[in-house]
């Protein structure tokens, strides 16, 4: 009788990305987790081990050949909602079209089919809103030729941007476009390919949790039940901030995923977090201590000379600010400290308070006026006012809320 040896394979190595390894492809997904493709291995997120492509997309495995992924991007197009939001995988001469981690009907397609005059074999995909490009568009990257698709004229214009590395995955993330090669990326302007500033630089250092790389990756997000913040504030863009500690985060950017940054990235000259901050009429005051600095919001913030300055010059006030707030369209600023709060004319030269009101509360940590009314931070709740006549008028405090996800980035 013959004896059977039975072949048995030790499961492959997961992909370590922390090793330096090439991405095949970079999207968010229709949540805003970002996808990391290498072989038949994603990761979700910033953070943790790989898993197999087709536990999250299950026909992307090696029964249909497409064990890889060319290029993946996430559609903008507002206008067709059949569209907007679907994620676009690529592979050889075909694509995937997903929604909600479903394959859509009649995929896969020829790359032709949806987007004529692309071609075949990809090395990168990344999406481009109208405003960023000048109408919504998906930029193809193939070699250093880069095919600009106009989504809704179904166009291509074909640019050659020799001067950027051959980009094996692309993605856009916080407003800004990133080439990635190797294990390093390169910042590039979507129209013009135009690169500023010191690059490559190396991935690991600013898309993922790496030990011993990183620049602040090391701030763990806290629980919402455990939640504390220093100050949050949003702009008349529409981007909105929280402060805590050292770091700060874009709230308003949670569909590209929640990131923090140490606060010097962006003021560099505020080395110990904050007090208070708010804006006021394209500019961002942020308050430590008993100074106040101010900074022009344009591209980059940038100090403005003479400051930063006492509380008194700037503001006509003294002591510990615990959080201040300005209301959408209003020229008053209202600072809070302990059981006090005072409204500043910041129209006026010098500037001094014109009204001071007793508080039903104290030890807040931070405010925000918005459409949705006031809102009191304290811990991990807070306290909801229609407006500052109202919160001058109360005699006693509402009932606080808890503090969710959607509000701060926090895990439930």
Same mark, same amino acid.
């Given at each position: 009788?013959?004896?059977?040896?039975?072949?048995?394979?030790?499961?492959?190595?997961?992909?370590?990305?922390?090793?330096?390894?090439?991405?095949?492809?970079?999207?968010?997904?229709?949540?805003?987790?970002?996808?990391?493709?290498?072989?038949?291995?994603?990761?979700?997120?910033?953070?943790?081990?790989?898993?197999?492509?087709?536990?999250?997309?299950?026909?992307?495995?090696?029964?249909?050949?497409?064990?890889?992924?060319?290029?993946?991007?996430?559609?903008?197009?507002?206008?067709?909602?059949?569209?907007?939001?679907?994620?676009?995988?690529?592979?050889?001469?075909?694509?995937?079209?997903?929604?909600?981690?479903?394959?859509?009907?009649?995929?896969?397609?020829?790359?032709?089919?949806?987007?004529?005059?692309?071609?075949?074999?990809?090395?990168?995909?990344?999406?481009?809103?109208?405003?960023?490009?000048?109408?919504?568009?998906?930029?193809?990257?193939?070699?250093?030729?880069?095919?600009?698709?106009?989504?809704?004229?179904?166009?291509?214009?074909?640019?050659?941007?020799?001067?950027?590395?051959?980009?094996?995955?692309?993605?856009?993330?916080?407003?800004?476009?990133?080439?990635?090669?190797?294990?390093?990326?390169?910042?590039?302007?979507?129209?013009?390919?135009?690169?500023?500033?010191?690059?490559?630089?190396?991935?690991?250092?600013?898309?993922?949790?790496?030990?011993?790389?990183?620049?602040?990756?090391?701030?763990?997000?806290?629980?919402?039940?455990?939640?504390?913040?220093?100050?949050?504030?949003?702009?008349?863009?529409?981007?909105?901030?929280?402060?805590?500690?050292?770091?700060?985060?874009?709230?308003?950017?949670?569909?590209?995923?929640?990131?923090?940054?140490?606060?010097?990235?962006?003021?560099?000259?505020?080395? &110990?977090?904050? !007090? /208070?901050?708010?804006?006021?009429?394209?500019? #961002?005051? @942020?308050? $430590? +201590?008993? =100074?106040? *600095?101010? %900074?022009?919001?344009?591209?980059?913030?940038?100090?403005?000379?003479?400051?930063?300055?006492?509380?008194?010059?700037?503001?006509?006030?003294?002591?510990?600010?615990?959080?201040?707030?300005?209301?959408?369209?209003?020229?008053?600023?209202?600072?809070?400290?302990?059981?006090?709060?005072?409204?500043?004319?910041?129209?006026?030269?010098?500037?001094?308070?014109?009204?001071?009101?007793?508080?039903?509360? &104290?030890?807040? !940590? /931070?405010?925000?006026?918005?459409?949705?009314? #006031?809102? @009191?931070? $304290? +811990?991990? =709740?807070? *306290?909801? %006012?229609?407006?500052?006549?109202?919160?001058?008028?109360?005699?006693?405090?509402?009932?606080p809320q808890n503090i969710t996800k959607a509000m701060i980035g926090c895990e439930e």
């Amino acid at each position: 009788s013959q004896v059977h040896f039975e072949h048995t394979h030790a499961p492959a190595a997961l992909p370590d990305r922390c090793a330096g390894i090439e991405f095949d492809a970079i999207t968010p997904d229709e949540k805003g987790n970002m996808l990391f493709f290498k072989g038949s291995h994603l990761w979700t997120g910033y953070r943790g081990p790989a898993q197999p492509s087709n536990e999250s997309f299950k026909e992307l495995d090696d029964l249909h050949n497409i064990g890889h992924v060319d290029a993946a991007f996430r559609m903008h197009n507002p206008e067709n909602p059949d569209d907007h939001d679907h994620i676009y995988f690529f592979q050889d001469d075909k694509m995937f079209s997903y929604y909600n981690h479903t394959l859509e009907d009649g995929y896969p397609k020829e790359i032709q089919e949806d987007f004529p005059g692309i071609p075949t074999h990809l090395d990168a995909a990344v999406e481009c809103p109208k405003g960023e490009c000048i109408a919504d568009s998906v930029l193809f990257f193939k070699g250093n030729d880069v095919h600009v698709y106009d989504v809704s004229t179904k166009t291509v214009k074909t640019k050659t941007w020799s001067h950027l590395p051959v980009c094996t995955s692309a993605t856009r993330w916080l407003e800004h476009y990133y080439c990635f090669h190797g294990h390093n990326f390169t910042r590039f302007h979507p129209v013009s390919g135009e690169v500023s500033g010191d690059y490559p630089k190396d991935a690991r250092r600013y898309f993922m949790t790496c030990p011993n790389f990183g620049h602040g990756g090391h701030y763990k997000v806290r629980k919402c039940s455990e939640a504390k913040i220093d100050a949050i504030a949003t702009d008349d863009a529409g981007k909105s901030y929280i402060f805590a500690g050292p770091i700060y985060m874009r709230l308003d950017t949670h569909r590209d995923g929640l990131h923090a940054f140490p606060i010097t990235k962006a003021w560099k000259e505020v080395t &110990s977090g904050v !007090d /208070a901050v708010f804006f006021y009429t394209n500019k #961002i005051y @942020l308050i $430590k +201590g008993d =100074q106040v *600095y101010i %900074y022009k919001t344009a591209a980059h913030y940038t100090l403005i000379e003479g400051y930063p300055k006492t509380l008194k010059e700037e503001l006509g006030i003294e002591g510990h600010v615990d959080a201040a707030f300005v209301c959408p369209n209003e020229h008053t600023v209202h600072v809070i400290q302990g059981q006090t709060m005072r409204a500043v004319d910041l129209t006026a030269t010098p500037r001094a308070e014109t009204q001071v009101v007793p508080m039903p509360l &104290s030890d807040i !940590d /931070a405010a925000r006026c918005s459409a949705e009314g #006031i809102h @009191l931070f $304290k +811990g991990s =709740q807070y *306290y909801n %006012y229609e407006s500052p006549m109202m919160l001058a008028l109360s005699k006693i405090a509402p009932v606080p809320q808890n503090i969710t996800k959607a509000m701060i980035g926090c895990e439930e």
